[in-house]
């Protein structure tokens, strides 16, 4: 198997990476400059660097990249500075997932490729009721205001939902919603569900972010977990949060 993964040199990004090539499968990593990936990554037999912005590719070139994928995975984020915040380009997330998307049909494959997103528990999954409170929708009122990386991941989340759908003749997706971001070592015991469990906003629980890298790389190889998960949002707990529920 062959996988493309976008915003491989974040933190989330990277030990996906790891967790991939740990099970024997074939990378092809976009990052901005290849010295943000750890040496061992570097120098692994089975990464291909691609040395680029993903938004400055022309589309033959993110064709090119994509072809002979058998999965696409976006770990992009913005970056928590003023200008990551604010700056160009406010639409990376989404931009990035439909010109992907569009990567994929252009190279018309015999079969169909996943298209694994990394999203937010913030978002909500508005194929489903997710029960949020009243003073929840007024927090994220205000922050597609004021905060332009969250609608960005909300309209991501949303192109894969409306445009794609659960029908799509050449993709199949996933956007997985992970907790509070931690820091971990090891990967640790997690549970995955179909929406949150308490307020996205006011409890979001935690997870690690190697735990939300194995995650991902779950879903790409094995069969089961992409069943039972395609064309949904699933959320990440590590299994400490999850029993305070």
Same mark, same amino acid.
């Given at each position: 198997?062959?996988? =493309?993964?976008?915003?491989?040199?974040?933190?989330?990004?990277? &030990?996906?990476?790891?967790? =991939?090539?740990?099970?024997?499968?074939?990378?092809?990593?976009?990052?901005?400059?290849?010295?943000?990936?750890?040496?061992?990554?570097?120098?692994?037999?089975?990464?291909? !660097?691609?040395?680029?912005?993903? &938004?400055? &590719?022309?589309?033959?070139?993110?064709?090119?990249?994509?072809?002979?994928?058998?999965?696409?995975?976006?770990?992009?984020?913005?970056?928590?500075?003023?200008?990551?915040?604010?700056?160009?380009?406010?639409?990376?997330?989404?931009?990035?997932?439909?010109?992907?998307?569009?990567?994929?049909?252009?190279?018309?494959?015999?079969?169909?490729?996943?298209?694994? =997103?990394?999203?937010?528990?913030?978002?909500?999954?508005?194929?489903?009721?997710?029960?949020?409170?009243?003073?929840?929708?007024?927090?994220?009122?205000?922050?597609?205001?004021?905060?332009?990386?969250?609608?960005?991941?909300?309209?991501?989340?949303?192109? &894969?939902?409306?445009?794609?759908?659960?029908?799509?003749?050449?993709?199949?997706?996933?956007?997985?919603?992970?907790?509070?971001?931690?820091?971990? !070592?090891?990967?640790?015991?997690?549970?995955?569900?179909?929406?949150?469990?308490?307020?996205?906003?006011?409890?979001?629980?935690?997870?690690?972010?190697?735990?939300?890298?194995?995650?991902?790389?779950? =879903?790409?190889?094995?069969?089961? !977990?992409?069943?039972?998960?395609?064309?949904?949002?699933?959320?990440?707990?590590?299994?400490?949060?999850?029993?305070?529920?």
């Amino acid at each position: 198997m062959t996988v =493309l993964v976008v915003g491989a040199s974040g933190a989330t990004g990277k &030990l996906l990476v790891e967790q =991939l090539l740990n099970r024997g499968q074939k990378v092809k990593a976009v990052v901005r400059t290849s010295d943000s990936l750890p040496k061992a990554t570097r120098d692994h037999k089975n990464l291909s !660097i691609i040395q680029a912005s993903i &938004l400055d &590719l022309s589309d033959a070139k993110m064709a090119q990249y994509v072809k002979g994928c058998d999965a696409v995975a976006s770990c992009l984020g913005h970056n928590m500075t003023l200008k990551g915040v604010y700056g160009s380009p406010r639409k990376l997330v989404t931009e990035a997932t439909s010109r992907l998307c569009k990567a994929i049909k252009a190279n018309n494959s015999d079969n169909n490729i996943k298209f694994v =997103l990394m999203n937010t528990i913030a978002n909500s999954n508005r194929d489903l009721q997710e029960n949020n409170s009243i003073a929840h929708r007024m927090v994220i009122s205000l922050l597609r205001l004021v905060l332009p990386p969250h609608i960005d991941n909300e309209n991501a989340a949303d192109y &894969l939902r409306t445009k794609i759908g659960q029908r799509d003749d050449k993709i199949e997706w996933t956007a997985v919603r992970p907790s509070g971001l931690i820091d971990e !070592i090891e990967v640790t015991d997690y549970n995955v569900y179909a929406s949150p469990l308490g307020s996205a906003i006011f409890d979001s629980g935690k997870i690690s972010r190697i735990d939300v890298g194995h995650f991902m790389a779950d =879903l790409i190889t094995d069969e089961n !977990i992409w069943k039972k998960w395609k064309g949904r949002m699933p959320v990440l707990y590590n299994k400490e949060t999850s029993k305070y529920f």
